[in-house]
């Protein structure tokens, strides 16, 4: 919960108090003046300024800032074509930036979450959900080294010489629910540079000039996470996805080690290649793609893969050549479900000096928190997604289908989950908390079926039927 509220309006001033009844005029300003644990609500209005975070909160009291109003009531346009519109630069960790249309400037990145000092600090915890991204040249969403990221329930357009969204060098970090579409000359969604622990599920990626999603690529030596060493991404899960409509190969899995790409639809590609597999040289030895397993997808074509010469044959299980959407599949563009939740944020302890106190005030968003449980081979579970969520007052909630088993209504705000039969292993669904004025929060539910990792005592939010 926010320990500080801090408003901003276009009627606003410098200066100001910074209550609902004073607020500043600035965004720049409220995040200069905000400490661990603020909110800042941004009222809906067009605030011509380049923001830039330098400092953050802390992993139990982030920084958040909000388009107050609803997504996209709050507009961000760049005042230097020259900077980036957003920028998160390390040491800034644990922020939340949530619901505001953004302009790309004309040479940089629309929001752009960098390291500093070599690479020697990089940000954690950092949030982009629930936002409109106009981009120009740069990317629309690039991640220049960073943990723990998570880029949420975007719609993402328009970049005329980058990607669409970019991670380079990023570790236990998930892109999962956005929409991404007018991308001209590269890839809509990549990552590269040394990232390993990626999620990738449920985007919808359609009319692009040329890739759908790169998993890999061929980063420089200077840009490579340090410490990497044969690969350019390791241990991505990608899932539930869907490209509709891309003019080069709707995937290209470049020097990927440990890629699983399972459950998820591609048609309508423009390129003879559908989908590759194959090394990142150039910049560095050349790289190969290794343990790459494709799973219960479907294509709308027969021959659908090429593996250059010298890498290993990926897997193959359970795909589809008929077109048809895989089954079970949901239409998720625009809200994000899920996977395996990265590992937990380790919290750094912060010394911080405070400000000027500032009016606490009461306005409240939707938390929702992740879940867990686990049952034995065909057998339901209940579980009680809201146990550990904020009490709020929330409009709706929008629940994704689980790749594996099937959902319903177990009264009382739980959840009914039955697997397959004969399924065994993990299983993961998301639901959407939505209030009244359309602010989001969504959470990934876990479920472990017929394993021994997870027990009844490790988690208190479910109970078997």
Do not use: C
């Not at 190969?249 to 459950?263: H, L």
């Not at 380790?346 to 939707?366: A, Q, R, V």
């Amino acid at each position: 919960m926010a320990t500080n509220i801090i408003w901003v309006a276009k009627n606003g001033r410098a200066g100001a108090l910074g209550t609902e009844s004073s607020p500043l005029a600035s965004i720049q300003e409220a995040i200069n003046k905000a400490t661990p644990g603020t909110t800042i609500m941004v009222k809906g209005g067009v605030y011509t300024e380049n923001v830039k975070f330098s400092k953050g909160g802390t992993a139990s009291a982030p920084i958040t800032l909000v388009s107050a109003d609803g997504p996209s009531k709050a507009e961000i346009k760049p005042a230097s074509g020259s900077a980036d519109t957003i920028r998160v630069q390390a040491p800034a960790n644990y922020i939340t930036i949530d619901g505001f249309k953004v302009y790309g400037p004309s040479s940089k990145d629309s929001v752009h979450i960098t390291s500093s000092d070599n690479m020697t600090k990089i940000s954690t915890g950092i949030t982009i959900q629930n936002m409109e991204i106009l981009a120009t040249s740069g990317d629309g969403i690039k991640v220049s080294q960073g943990d723990h990221i998570k880029i949420l329930n975007n719609k993402v357009s328009g970049s005329t010489s980058e990607q669409g969204i970019d991670l380079v060098g990023a570790t236990h970090s998930v892109i999962s629910g956005n929409d991404v579409s007018g991308i001209a000359t590269m890839a809509a969604i990549q990552v590269k540079g040394g990232s390993y622990d990626i999620e990738i599920s449920y985007n919808n990626v359609h009319n692009t000039g040329k890739w759908g999603f790169l998993v890999g690529g061929v980063t420089s030596p200077s840009s490579l996470l340090p410490g990497t060493t044969d690969y350019e991404v390791k241990d991505v899960r990608m899932f539930g996805n869907e490209v509709d409509g891309s003019a080069a190969q709707a995937v290209r899995v470049m020097g990927g080690t440990n890629v699983k790409i399972s459950g998820n639809w591609f048609h309508d590609v423009g390129s003879s290649r559908f989908i590759d597999v194959l090394a990142a040289a150039d910049q560095h030895a050349a790289w190969v793609s290794k343990n790459v397993t494709f799973e219960n997808n479907s294509f709308d074509r027969t021959s659908w893969l090429t593996v250059e010469s010298g890498n290993p044959q990926p897997i193959q299980s359970g795909n589809i050549t008929s077109g048809v959407a895989p089954a079970g599949w949901a239409d998720n563009s625009g809200i994000a479900p899920s996977t395996p939740t990265p590992a937990p944020i380790p919290s750094t302890p912060t010394t911080t000096t405070p400000s000027t106190p500032l009016p606490t005030e009461t306005t409240k968003l939707p938390m929702a928190r992740d879940d867990k449980a686990s049952t034995s081979v065909g057998t339901a579970v209940k579980i009680d997604i809201l146990a550990n969520d904020d009490a709020i007052a929330w409009a709706n909630a929008k629940i994704t289908n689980p790749l594996y088993g099937t959902l319903k209504s177990g009264g009382n705000d739980t959840i009914v989950y039955t697997p397959k039969t004969g399924f065994k292993g993990v299983d993961t669904f998301k639901y959407t908390l939505t209030d009244a004025d359309g602010h989001q929060s969504t959470a990934t539910v876990t479920v472990d079926v017929g394993g021994t990792t997870i027990t009844k005592t490790s988690w208190a939010d479910y109970f078997l039927l």
